[in-house]
């Protein structure tokens, strides 16, 4: 077994970059993330820096907090401010600017029970402490969270505790990839393959990307979070692409494996069912989310609080959802580094450390 810093080796990354180079034969290649440790490892080794000029780096949606969207955000603003509520929510959530650039910092401030917790499970040890309150926990997060949240929802009814619930706003990835490429136009900026992220992979496996090479004949391959994790992978869609033979291929052998973790999505499965689900920028997506089953909707914050959606708009200027579709690069949003920075940001992508906004600001020379 290699440890982890095997997979930063110098000489190593250097072979991989050369078998880069000799893959591409002078082609461009547009790849697309769709991983916030994804973005934040391009910019944090600086290997973004040292790829070969004919590679270009999207950053897709794969920031939850980024593609939480903002009718999402008003609903968590909603059941913050409601009576007997705790709203327990990742430290992240708590600087994402909804309608009005309103957020959940200004509600606490406000006097709403704000808590920040680093797990579902102690959002659950919150409502045992404080039996004369609801803990509401906003369930943010891809396939990777999912599962976690569906245990201690299970806990909670196993343990009888009443005073627990979940408002539900996770979201699946390869659908997003599908609405992703559905919705190129003409002239938009072509995704000629996907660096697919590590750890949901670790939950759905591989087969659930199929469509992406049978489809849209788009390589995809998933790939680790250490340098030479990323080259690989982006060495195995240059060798697909000069090959005209695009497949879905794992170069994270180490964490994934082809059939994913069947017990991680029986556990998610037993607790939600796919939904469709608005994402930032992208809009309504067919069955791209996860709602509580019926038999739980004692414990759904949506069912409980009878939450309305309501029409919300992005915080004015904010380009966030043309980041998250990789139609521009950070620093072409107008108030990038300017109106909106990671003190002060105006949209969800510059506040989370997963964003892209986050990350260009803190790791790129751009001026
Ligand atoms: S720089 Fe700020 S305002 Fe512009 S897209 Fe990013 S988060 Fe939104």
Redesign the pocket.
């Known amino acids: 077994m290699f440890s982890e810093s095997a997979f930063q080796d110098p000489r190593l990354c250097r072979a991989l970059l050369a078998r880069l180079e000799r893959a591409l034969g002078g082609r461009s290649l547009r790849f697309m993330e769709v991983c916030g440790t994804h973005t934040v490892a391009l910019f944090q080794s600086g290997l973004i820096s040292m790829l070969p000029a004919s590679v270009t780096h999207l950053s897709g949606p794969g920031c939850p907090v980024c593609v939480t969207h903002d009718e999402e955000i008003s609903m968590i603003l909603d059941l913050a401010g409601r009576e007997r509520v705790i709203l327990a929510t990742f430290g992240d959530m708590l600087r994402v600017p909804g309608p009005d650039g309103q957020s959940l910092k200004h509600a606490k401030a406000g006097g709403a029970r704000v808590e920040v917790v680093y797990s579902p499970l102690e959002a659950l040890i919150l409502a045992k402490k404080n039996p004369d309150a609801v803990v509401v926990f906003p369930g943010i997060g891809f396939e990777t969270t999912a599962p976690t949240v569906a245990a201690v929802l299970l806990t909670a009814r196993r343990e009888k505790i009443g005073n627990f619930c979940v408002l539900s706003l996770h979201k699946l990835v390869p659908p997003a990839l599908r609405a992703l490429l559905d919705d190129i136009r003409e002239g938009e900026t072509k995704i000629d393959a996907f660096l697919l992220p590590g750890h949901v992979s670790t939950v759905i496996g591989l087969a659930p990307y199929a469509f992406l090479a049978e489809r849209f004949r788009v390589p995809a391959v998933v790939g680790g979070f250490e340098p030479a994790d990323i080259l690989l992978a982006l060495c195995l869609m240059a060798e697909q692409a000069r090959d005209n033979a695009p497949a879905v291929r794992n170069a994270y052998p180490r964490a994934v494996n082809e059939a994913g973790n069947p017990r991680a999505r029986a556990v998610t499965e037993q607790v939600f069912a796919p939904v469709d689900a608005l994402w930032r920028g992208m809009g309504a997506i067919p069955e791209s989310g996860l709602a509580l089953r019926p038999e739980y909707a004692d414990m759904d914050a949506l069912k409980r609080f009878g939450v309305a959606r309501s029409k919300s708009s992005s ?1 004015k ?4 959802g ?2 998250l579709r990789g139609r521009i690069s ?1 620093p072409a ?5 300017k ?2 920075l990671p003190a002060s ?7 989370s450390t997963e ?3 986050a990350a260009w600001h803190n790791y790129v020379e751009y001026q």
């Open positions: 915080p200027g904010c380009r966030c043309d980041v950070p949003c107008p108030l990038f580094g109106k909106c940001p105006v949209g969800p992508c510059m506040v964003g892209s906004c």
